[in-house]
């Protein structure tokens, strides 16, 4: 009778095991912030920093004349902690390798616009004392497709924002093999035909009618280098003589 029990009783506990494991844990994983895009370098490349003090940014910009689609960069942290152990030849099993997001775009009211899940890749490292591990991916929140239909729907220069409301959950595996992903995390998106556009004062011939972007040399601006933005059209404003022959910077 004792060994029937006892047999129960283990056959409860590995049902119990195997429950838990298939419970999703949004603890785990968390998206911590969207990253501020930095400033770019002279190459004109952008290199984002995995650090809990960020710079963030609470609303993002998309100009629908310039960019295709929005793809900013999170900042993902892992809360798993440390497996490993060198002592016992004992390998970490808990880092996570990020494998893609699902996204749902929505109008400000709500109402649910697109949704679809795109690939992403990124590695995420255990915490530490406490303090989580930190990693960031460049993912798509919001797509072509959702793109050309706010084009049609702003159609000009000038036309006002719309405001999106971007739901993502980013998903990967532990280097044990276990699914993790984080909860949902909401961001606000405005999107604008040509609000991203800069006219300098040194870039406009007054002689010519306005607004016009033909003063000053292209790709130059006092004698120096024009900043470019990491991504044309996604939270950093451009110089219009960097943007020549489309229409928001030729007017």
């Known amino acids: 009778m004792k060994r029937i029990w006892g047999r129960a009783l283990a056959a409860m506990a590995v049902s ?3 429950i838990s494991a298939c419970v999703t844990n949004d603890g785990s994983l968390f998206i911590q912030g ?12 952008c290199v984002y920093t995995s650090t ?25 942290a892992n809360q798993l902690v440390p497996r490993g152990e060198s002592t016992q030849s004992r390998v970490e099993t808990n880092r996570v390798q990020i494998q893609g997001s699902i996204v749902r775009v929505t109008s400000a009211s709500g109402a649910e616009l697109r949704s679809y899940t795109v690939p992403a890749s990124g590695f995420v490292d255990v915490s530490s004392g406490g303090t989580p591990g930190l990693g960031t991916i460049s993912t798509v929140l919001v797509d072509s497709d959702t793109v050309n239909a706010l084009r049609q729907q702003l159609g000009a220069i000038g036309s006002g924002l719309v405001r999106l409301l971007i739901y993502v959950k980013v998903y990967g595996t532990t280097t044990g093999g276990a699914h993790v992903e984080t909860g949902e995390y909401q961001f ?12 300098p004062p040194d870039s406009v011939d007054t002689s ?44």
């Open 16 to 18: 119990v095991v195997a």
């Open 34 to 45: 969207v990253l501020a895009p930095p400033t770019a370098a002279a190459d004109g490349t």
């Open 52 to 76: 809990a003090t960020g710079p963030f940014i609470s609303t993002g910009t998309l100009d629908v004349a310039l960019a295709s689609q929005y793809t900013p960069s999170l900042l993902i």
């Open 188 to 199: 606000p998106v405005n999107a604008c035909f040509g609000c991203l556009v800069n006219f």
């Open 208 to 251: 010519l009618t306005q607004p016009n972007c033909k003063g000053g040399t292209t790709g130059s601006s006092g004698g120096g280098t024009l900043v470019k933005p990491c991504v044309s059209g996604q939270d950093q404003a451009i110089d219009c003589r960097l943007c020549q022959g489309n229409i928001a910077c030729t007017p």
